[in-house]
């Protein structure tokens, strides 16, 4: 099934063009790397999918065949949720983080969110000893993999991912690519701005 397309998506600012007639299908399943320098327009790309950049000057964007302009864009952005280069972390607690995304857009019974919190921990591999830590005093890549168990915890159809690991320490890279690896593997639909190119090429 065609998750994502793309069709003559040209974006700019003040007469100056970022995006030329960008096409791309993106059957659901896949996973989709989107490389090249800085300044080239990735992440204005991956931002025009969810709606977060609003430099658009023709073509579209259809998620699952409709215009991304049509949806709700609370609707949009929780199915097709996006993990920014750095992640913001609430006050509160690891747990207070994640859960507030389960409350987020659904009307949950509690034992489904604590099934679900559950679940999102272990994709995120986020282990127990950090649950009642203030999220702000995690490390960057514990950090990262909250907000990518946020994200999960969305329950979206699509990941979008902009260089989540280019703000990391190089030692707590690999710890996040592994949680994107395994989603990747798990079939979830992931397009991922990224300089890790043997990452890219691997997945
Ligand atoms: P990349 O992710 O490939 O590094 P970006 O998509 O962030 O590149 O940016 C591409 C170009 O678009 C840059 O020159 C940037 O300055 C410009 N740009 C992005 N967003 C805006 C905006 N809101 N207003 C003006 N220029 C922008």
Redesign the pocket.
């Given at each position: 099934m065609l998750e994502l397309q793309i069709k003559d998506l040209c974006?700019g600012?003040?007469g100056?063009e970022?995006l030329h007639n960008i096409s791309l299908d993106i059957e659901n399943g896949s996973f989709i790397a989107i490389v090249?320098?800085?300044?080239?327009?990735?992440?204005?790309?991956?931002?025009q999918i969810n709606r977060l950049?609003?430099?658009k000057t023709g073509g579209s964007i259809l998620w699952r065949g409709k215009d991304v302009d049509d949806y709700d864009v609370h609707e949009l952005r929780r199915n097709l949720a996006y993990v920014f280069q750095k992640a913001v972390m609430f006050n509160g607690t690891t747990e207070e983080n994640i859960k507030l995304s389960l409350k987020y857009g659904h009307e949950f019974k509690p034992d489904e969110i604590e099934a679900l919190y559950q679940t999102v921990l272990e994709e995120a591999s986020i282990s127990q000893d950090i649950l009642d830590t203030p999220a702000q005093d995690l490390s960057g890549g514990q950090q990262q993999r909250v907000a990518i168990a946020r994200a999960l915890a969305m329950q979206p159809e699509v990941l979008l991912f902009?260089?989540p690991t280019s703000a990391l320490d190089p030692q707590m890279v690999g710890e996040v690519l592994d949680v994107m690896r395994r989603l990747a593997e798990e079939g979830l639909t992931m397009i991922v701005?990224t300089h890790e190119m043997a990452f890219a090429r691997d997945v």
């Open positions: 974006v600012y003040n100056k970022i090249g320098p800085s300044g080239a327009g990735k992440s204005t790309l991956l931002k950049d609003p430099g902009d260089e701005v």
